[in-house]
Every structure is written in C-alpha cells, then in structure tokens.
Nanobody, 122 residues
C-alpha cells in the first residue's frame, strides 16, 4: 500500500501561483510513477500531469502545458505541482496518484490521495 497526502491548496486570484505537495509513504517511492489529476465542480476527474520514477520524464495535457510543472524529490518522498498563471477554470480538487512502473503517464493509477481544493477567483 502507498499512502498519499496532498497539501498546498487554497483560494487565490487569477494570475497567482500555488505549489501543491504530495508526500508518499508505505513503499519505495522511487518505484512509482506519480501524477496529478483534478476534478472541477460538477465534472469528471481528469489526469493532467505525470512524472516518471526519477523525474527524468514528464507529461502534461495541453490545458496546463507551459503553466504547470511537476517535479519530485525522491529523498523526501514528495511530488510537487507548481501552478503558475492560474485561471478560474483551474478551480478543482487536485489529487496526486501513484502507479508502480517505469512509465511517465498512465491512464489509471492504483493509489490516490484525498485531494486538496484549489479555487481561483477572477
């Protein structure tokens, strides 16, 4: 089992930045690819970014490319999501996810955190 705990969400204004963190415990962090998803109000959850086991490869969906950056620190068992130039449409619950393997981005992940709310006002 892998336990994931996110933090860093909050209420910000359009154009502001936030950095989300996700701390993992339970298994060897470096054995897992990590990702972030978001679920806007009334919509389905969408996977938006992924990072491979050592941070050497990343993937972004078009809607966040150039604004969001995923990174990881395997010495701290932590994955980060730096979000810049936030827009009201980025408002969502953000979850981190873990999937054992050497890939960069998966369509499904086995482990999920409880989520952190990000609200962007216009």
């Amino acid at each position: 089992q892998v336990q994931l705990v996110e933090s860093g969400g909050g209420l910000v204004q359009a154009g502001d930045s936030l950095r989300l963190s996700c701390v993992a415990s339970g298994r060897t962090f470096g054995d897992y690819a990590m990702g972030w998803s978001r679920q806007p109000p009334g919509k389905e959850r969408e996977l938006i970014v992924g990072i491979n086991w050592n941070g050497g490869a990343t993937y972004y969906v078009d809607s966040v490319k150039g604004r969001f950056t995923i990174s990881r620190d395997n010495t701290k068992n932590t994955v980060y999501l730096q979000m810049n130039n936030l827009k009201p449409e980025d408002t969502a619950i953000y979850h981190c996810a873990a999937q054992r393997g050497r890939g960069t981005f998966y369509t499904t992940y086995d482990y999920w955190g409880q989520g952190t709310q990000v609200t962007v006002s216009s």
